[in-house]
């Protein structure tokens, strides 16, 4: 008799939408499965792999999260990402679930479409794919295609790779979660509902959620077999042999020990609003203090909070800088941080 097959979440959204906080929650409210988590990250820091690790236990013990940095997982489909899901299959106990939190810059279809290998049809399929939109920043028009360039006939039509980006994490969705629905509002959560069934190719549940906190039930068992279904997900890039990144630019930053937190979150903040950066994220060591802070922006916001104890590691702050490309100047990234 054929193992029935292990169903997969993938987890997409843009950068500092929340996809890892949602994860978080989801391992912490298993409701008796037992889950494992492949992780990708745009940089070759890993930041949202050690997030997550830290709320490893029986349900998801460490051996079931992987991480994969500085790449796209359907870029490596041999060499990484088939290995990564073998790993986890093989695992004893078998994960009930395994979940999949893209880079915030990935393109979902590609990933749908790695699912099609014969090593890895047979035995898993895709639940769903879930899109965590950052309600307050969708409801700003942050992803909106580029004004300056409208169309022939007056409407605005020159996409900008946000807004590329988006859109096929939209248009791939099975649900779409607003985050962030505290800092939205009510008025900012209608926005954003507005401008995301404009953008989706079919009608889609829409949930508001504060902090990751959602019933896994929502998202876990939606039984949407996504592998069979590609033709209904649209995407900017169908009919492309390759998809990249080369809109997009890393820096990483090594950071000296920091006086205070105030002090750095508010250098971060005054250098996102001056270099158009996306999304900072890494850690900090912080003078007289035993954790680590964690620090993560998404434009001028800045969130700060000591995640963990730094033990034997070498007590070295790193920060990674995303931007769009020819917006990054490293040098005065540098500066504004020291």
Do not use: Y
Not at 30 to 48: I, K, S
């Amino acid at each position: 008799m054929s193992l029935e097959k292990t169903p997969v979440t993938v987890v997409t959204g843009f950068l500092g939408a929340g996809k890892t906080t949602l994860i978080r929650h989801l391992l912490q409210n298993p409701q008796g499965r037992r889950l494992a988590v492949l992780v990708n990250e745009f940089g070759d820091v890993g930041v949202d792999g050690d997030l997550i690790r830290a709320c490893a236990d029986a349900n998801c013990p460490e051996a079931n999260i992987v991480e994969l940095t500085n790449g796209c997982i359907c870029c490596t489909v041999a060499d990484e990402f088939i290995p990564s899901i073998e790993r986890l299959l093989a695992l004893d106990p078998r994960p009930d679930h395994i979940v999949i939190e893209t880079s915030g810059l990935a393109l979902p279809k590609p990933l749908l479409k790695a699912f099609d290998w014969p090593d890895l049809r047979s035995r898993i399929t895709i639940d769903g794919v879930v899109a965590v939109a950052d309600a307050e920043a969708v409801a700003a028009g942050r992803f909106a295609p580029d004004p300056a360039h409208p169309g022939d006939e007056g409407q605005v039509d020159h996409e900008t790779p946000l807004s590329e980006v988006f859109e096929d994490q939209i248009a791939c969705a099975d649900i779409v979660l607003l985050s962030k629905a505290d800092l939205a509002g009510p008025d900012g959560v209608a926005a954003a509902r507005g401008i995301i069934a404009a953008e989706a190719p079919r009608p889609l549940p829409m949930i508001p959620l504060t902090e990751g906190v959602i019933d896994p039930r929502v998202v876990l068992g939606i039984n949407a077999a996504a592998e069979d279904d590609l033709a209904a997900r649209p995407s900017h890039h169908d009919g492309e042999d390759e998809h990249d990144h080369d809109d997009f630019d890393t820096v990483v930053i090594d950071l000296p020990e920091q006086a205070d937190p105030q002090t750095l979150a508010a250098k971060v903040a005054r250098l996102a609003e001056a270099q158009k950066i996306l999304r900072i994220k890494g850690h900090a060591a912080i003078q007289g203090k035993p954790l680590r802070l964690l620090v993560q922006a998404v434009g001028a916001r800045v969130r700060h909070q000591f995640d963990r104890p730094w033990g034997d590691r070498p007590r070295r702050g790193c920060l990674v800088v995303i931007a769009e490309k020819g917006d990054i100047d490293a040098d005065a990234i540098r500066a504004a941080l020291a």
